[in-house]
């Protein structure tokens, strides 16, 4: 089985910054991509960031240019360095990662962590 942890969150006032961390661990042969989404109340949980094996990565428009995802391909974490954020950005971040762990190929959550932007 694989496992994944996220880490990280926090209360942040608006313009500030957090760094969340994800360790993914288990049965892993390959990680295909990693991941950060995000939800709020009853909205649909929606892709943040993601970071593909070849490194490149992919960004929601609202995060452009403030969010810098990264991984430490060694290790099996990843990162999602979140600058300048605003109360909008206010959700319970979950980490996802796509694994071939020697029998399939699957897509394996995190329980996420709670990032809350308030003064």
């Known amino acids: 089985q694989v496992q994944v942890v996220e880490s990280g969150g926090g209360l942040v006032q608006p313009g500030g910054s957090l760094r969340l961390s994800c360790a993914i661990s288990?049965?892993?042969?390959?990680?295909?991509?990693m991941g950060w989404y995000r939800q709020n109340g009853g909205e649909q949980r929606a892709m943040v960031a993601t970071?593909?094996?070849?490194?490149?990565?992919n960004y929601t428009d609202s995060v452009k240019g403030r969010f810098t995802i990264s991984k430490d391909k060694f290790k099996n974490w990843v990162y999602l360095q979140m600058n300048t954020l605003q109360p909008e950005d206010t959700a319970i971040y979950y980490c996802?990662?796509?694994?071939?762990?020697?029998?399939?190929?699957?897509?394996?959550w995190g329980r996420g962590t709670q990032v809350t932007v308030s003064s």
């Open positions: 996802r990662a796509r694994v071939y762990s020697g029998s399939q190929i699957g897509y394996f």
């Open positions: 288990g049965n892993i042969k390959v990680i295909y991509s």
């Open positions: 970071i593909g094996i070849d490194g490149r990565s």
